[in-house]
């Protein structure tokens, strides 16, 4: 087996990607690429100049495996840990890494769509959503023991956001195109210890890499309260002054953030969604309502949804 040029250290890891069966469990009928993503996402990003762990070995082996050799990333002294608050220096590095991402995919874009080129990319989680279908939904949600009680004050902002669903969606959709990482939290992410823009973090675990416009993927970033200790305004600053020199764009701060809200409220139709499929399992008491879907009812019980609405209200 031969590597690189690279020294390989006495310490990687090795990922086998076997082809599941068409019937088998282990296939997710919704995204029947995930098993190979990564695979092809170490393969196109390094030589597209976005910075990876190191890769020492890629083949298609004769067994149709899939096989990685590449650098483990726990052994660097860099790593943090999921519960990680980033320092402002931290965050630039990770924001010099999405620089580099979605330039690229940018730069990509301009030659053609680019999951038509690359169909293993993944699709947005709530491009498949329906008005039709999330309404359904949202009736059950409000009928449910579980959860009517606490959202049935609510409903008349719950169903009303079916007839923006369409609108977010193509305003979404009208915005440049580009790679979307999709899976940020500290735990992917190793970042240098002193920030130089020639020397971004890294992230890995690219199992859910795919497209869709700069602001869905800084609102995966920007989302919880990993970047509580700074000022995000001054870091989403950085970023569109980073890529507005690096891409030739005109991104501007307010543009960028009322499209992060928009992408926002997409994403909680899809949470909504997620959460009327567990309600069976859960109010037969064979499974507990998730803490991140118990923390989105007490922040639509709060307003939250109203405040999305209202900002999707003046931009779509």
Known sequence: MKSDSRTVPSRVIVKLTVPPESDSETVNQDDPYEHVREFHAYQLLPDLGVPTAAVYFKSM??????????ED????????????????????SILDFYVR??????????????????PWLSEHEGSQLKA????????????????GARLSP??????????????????????????????????????PDKWSPADPAILFDWHLLGTGPVEQDLLNVFYGDHFSL??????????????NTAAGTSYKPGEVRNCMKAAELLGVMHSLWMLSGRLPAIELGKRKLPGWLDSLITRIQNGYLDELLSIAGRII
């Not at 990333?73 to 630039?92: C, I, P, Q, V």
């Not at 923006?164 to 992917?188: C, I, V, W």
């Open 61 to 70: 082996l004769k067994s149709g495996e899939n096989a990685l050799i590449m």
């Open 101 to 118: 991402l979605h330039l690229a995919g940018l730069r990509e874009s301009s030659c053609g769509d680019l999951r038509a080129r690359w």
């Open 132 to 147: 039709p279908m999330l309404s359904r939904m949202l009736k059950k949600i409000l009928a449910s023991p579980v959860t």
């Open 230 to 243: 700074i000022n995000v305004d001054e870091c989403l600053e950085h970023y569109i002054s980073s890529i």
């Open 154 to 191: 609510h409903a008349g902002s719950l169903l009303s956001i079916c007839d923006r669903m369409e609108s977010l969606k193509k305003h979404l959709a009208s915005r440049p195109q580009t790679f979307n990482y999709n899976d940020f939290f500290p735990g992917n992410v190793a970042v």
């Open 73 to 92: 990333l726990t052994l660097r002294a860099n790593l943090r840990g999921n519960d990680h608050k980033w320092s402002f220096d931290e965050a630039r």
